[in-house]
């Protein structure tokens, strides 16, 4: 894939930012369980998220494990680690 | 159980490295109010917690601490990363080395090793929700304190995101509280622990 490194970066911080929307959204459902927006916002947000995970993991390798389909390389291990900084 | 995901909850990308710096910050890695501390206090809290909102709630916030433990350290890593040891000489980075070199370790800014003294799992849900109000709000100051501390946009910019995450944190914990008393005698809080008597029906 000839993806260059602000395509990564650029999906790279979509996926934190739609990440981060779930991560909120969990915790105040876990408090608001009934709240039937919330829990619309939260299937929206999974979806998209779901579907910009499968795009990386076929682009640049995977960030979860489930997302890993592309069954050539074990990029799991080798690909960056997110504390190597350098890039999003 | 818990998955990984290869990403930081927030990016962390430093260039300068400042091994000075970084033996503060290490602080919110294994210190008396870090994340490390925080994780494993919600983690541990939540086996006891016989309301399900409360228990998820510990459950989720406690999984987040873990990613916030992983920012920290991932800071630390790149603060000393490369250093010469004219750069190690001469600052609080320099014991710290002796006995870790450039790894990381989980300990606080003064050098106490980490320990499960920092934190209680008391298992009674009203204590267990005060000591987890308590634990944001002196992480959030120990934030504040680094902050001060800190030139590099580079350091401050996750610092800042995890400051902000705190207080977030301290509210949804100010509701399981609120949630937890709704749930229990209105005229007398403190009558029975929901925990541990077992006359009381816990309201799933």
């Given amino acids: ?88 | 159980m818990w998955n990984y995901e290869k990403r930081l909850q927030h990016p962390v990308n430093i260039k300068n490295p400042n091994p000075q710096l970084a033996s503060m910050i290490i602080s919110q890695f294994g210190g008396p109010d870090g994340e490390l501390g925080a994780s494993m206090r919600y983690l541990s809290q939540r086996y006891s917690m016989p309301y399900r909102e409360v228990a998820g709630l510990l459950t989720d916030i406690g999984t987040e601490e873990l990613a916030h433990l992983e920012m920290v350290s991932s800071i630390v890593h790149q603060l000393t990363r490369n250093l010469s040891i004219e750069e190690i000489e001469g600052t609080n980075f320099e014991p710290y080395y002796v006995d870790h070199t450039a790894g990381v370790w989980p300990q606080a800014a003064g050098g106490t090793p980490f320990t499960a003294t920092i934190f209680q799992s008391k298992g009674d849900p009203i204590t267990d929700m005060h000591e987890d109000l308590a634990a944001e709000q002196k992480a959030r100051t120990t934030y504040d304190n680094l902050i001060r501390l800190i030139k590099d946009p580079d350091v401050l910019d996750p610092i800042r995101f995890l400051r902000a995450r705190e207080i977030v944190h301290y509210q949804r914990f100010g509701e399981g509280l609120r949630l937890i008393t709704d749930k229990l005698n209105s005229k007398n809080f403190y009558a029975v622990n929901p925990a541990f008597d077992t006359q009381v029906k816990a309201e799933k």
Wanted: charged share 25%; proline share 5%; glycine share 4%.
């Fill in chain 1, 1 to 88: 894939m000839n993806k260059s490194m602000s395509d990564r970066s650029r999906l790279s911080h979509w996926i934190n930012m739609v990440s981060f929307a779930l991560n909120d959204i969990t915790l105040y459902l876990d408090t608001h369980p009934d709240d039937t927006e919330a829990l619309e916002y939260f299937y929206h947000y999974q979806d998209i998220r779901n579907q910009a995970l499968k795009e990386y993991a076929i682009c640049y390798g995977p960030l979860t494990l489930d997302s890993d389909t592309k069954r050539s390389d074990w990029d799991w291990a080798l690909q960056p680690f997110p504390w190597e900084g350098g890039h999003c």
